[in-house]
């Protein structure tokens, strides 16, 4: 066995809904592990998730907005709504996601104030990433920066708001206590290892006798985090 009895398996993709037979997928899983998962909410195959998956198995359910995508293809977040809240009615934790992407600023707090109406209280998070050449969050401007303040859930997303920490030399527990498992079944410390230093993988599904888990933190080559969650999380204190 991989991973123990009641480990967490967070699926996560692109989107993870999109899988063939994915609700049988999530089922035989959840005999053994607990999961949890990022989605846009784009199908309906959410609502056979909901009527099949016993939600006590499932940690969190994170659903991202994507407004610009959404109105381009439905002119209304009415799906998502729907898809949301019969998630919360079978008695599943959901939370919305809204990316603060920088072409969105303007229009963020109305599509906040829309969703609420709805029931739901949605989560600004900072983006990480390129826009127009400039690097994201460290080129958010000072205003920008109030906008989206508000809207942060917690601490760590306040910190992010500033830039992407580092945790370069720190010992981490990535490899050991969590790993990133690509669809091809490749196995890496962490998302930011799978991106930086692909080769330096940890075995994958397909051959478990050639698979090598750390034993335990192990220093962290990286100069920048791709996912400061799991730095923030797995990174040990200097």
């Known amino acids: 066995r991989i991973f123990p009895v009641g480990s967490v398996l ?4 692109g989107e993870p809904t999109l899988y063939p037979h994915f609700t049988h997928l999530c089922f035989e899983l959840t005999q053994e592990f607990t999961i949890g998962m990022n989605t846009n909410l784009s199908n309906d195959v959410m609502k ?19 407004i610009e995508e959404r109105m381009r293809r439905e002119k209304s977040l009415d799906s998502f709504t729907r898809r949301f809240n019969y998630l919360q009615k079978r008695g599943f934790r959901v939370s919305a996601n809204y990316v603060a992407y920088p072409s969105l600023l303007r229009r963020m707090s109305d599509d906040f104030a829309v969703l609420a109406m709805n029931g739901i209280q949605v989560v600004a998070k900072v983006f990480r990433g390129r826009y127009k050449g400039h690097l994201y969050p460290e080129s958010y401007a000072d205003v920008e920066r109030s906008l989206i303040l508000p809207m942060l859930r917690t601490a760590r997303d306040r910190e992010f ?13 990535a490899g050991s206590r969590f790993v990133v498992v690509t669809p091809e079944g490749d196995i890496h410390r962490c998302t930011t290892y799978r991106l930086e230093f692909p080769a330096n993988r940890l075995g994958t599904i ?13 220093m962290c080559m990286a100069k920048k985090c791709s996912c400061p969650y799991e730095g923030l999380r797995y990174a040990k204190e200097r």
């Open 206 to 218: 397909s051959d478990r006798s050639g698979i090598r888990l750390l034993r335990g933190p192990a």
């Open 48 to 66: 056979e998730f909901a009527d099949t998956i016993d939600p006590t198995r499932v940690t969190v359910i994170h659903c991202a907005v994507h």
């Open 10 to 13: 967070h699926l996560t993709g």
């Open 161 to 173: 708001l500033i830039g992407v920490p580092s945790y370069l030399g720190r010992q981490c527990e």
